[in-house]
């Protein structure tokens, strides 16, 4: 089975998280590409859904999928999202695609977290993907100072603006022993808007896309 494959047995396995009559809060990448192409077999099902970026959102569009405005909805039940890593206290590092900021957003406000991924995102430790960091654009330099006393090598990742007008640095051989804290720490320096590290708010549910099929973690 490819990569690609387990993502998309992942993607489907993620419907049975979804109840009718409700609005689906939708992530971005690959996987969740497999995800929105599966949801439209549930659009009548379904009130709609809020996307974590634009990309996710002409997808859902050209499905016939409702997307609302976040500031309109009062509760999202369900948010399905892929991660670049995650660990087994289902701690993620996010930002791969430049989506981190809404994806945040939208998982801040949902219930429940239903990570999908391969299974070759399942990791012992975080840190081997460099982590995402979004960045006011006059602020890049600054910031990637402060990442360096943090002990990482923040790569400005080149001609990529976010769906914010911002910047992404890459942070790239980070020890991180304490998501928490460091999620935190890096969001405290002043410019960024905030980092991939999914900590505070992790994933309830993973589903990870094997060999053998879906095989769901919570
Ligand atoms: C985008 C993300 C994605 O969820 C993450 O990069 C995984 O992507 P893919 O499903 O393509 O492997 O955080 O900002």
């Known amino acids: 089975m490819t ?38 077999s549930k659009k ?41 890593e995650i660990t087994e206290h289902m701690h993620m590092i996010k930002g791969g695609g430049a989506a981190l900021t809404r994806e945040k957003i939208v998982a801040a406000v949902a219930k429940s977290f239903v990570c999908i991924c391969d299974e070759s995102k399942q990791v012992p430790m975080l840190g081997k993907f460099p982590l995402p960091v979004e960045v006011i654009p006059m602020a890049r330099s600054y910031v990637a100072r402060e990442l360096v006393k943090l002990g990482g090598d923040p790569v400005y990742r080149q001609g990529v603006v976010t769906d914010n007008g911002n910047v992404i640095l890459d942070v790239h051989n980070l ?21 991939g590290l999914f900590a505070h708010r992790g994933a309830d549910v993973l589903i990870l896309g094997t060999p053998e099929g879906a095989k769901v973690v919570k």
């Open 3 to 40: 990569q690609d494959e387990m993502k998309k047995t992942a993607a489907i396995k993620a419907l049975e998280f979804i109840e009718d009559d409700t609005i689906v809060g939708v992530g971005t990448g690959s996987t969740v590409n497999h995800f929105i192409d599966a949801l439209a």
């Open 44 to 84: 009548n099902d379904i009130t709609g859904a809020v996307s974590s970026s634009e990309e996710s959102t002409k997808r859902l569009k050209a499905l016939d999928i409702e997307v609302f405005d976040l500031n309109g909805v009062n509760e999202i039940s369900v948010y399905v999202d892929g991660a670049d």
């Open 175 to 195: 020890d991180i022993i304490d998501p928490k804290r460091l999620e935190s720490d890096i969001n405290a320096i002043v410019g960024v808007v905030t980092n």
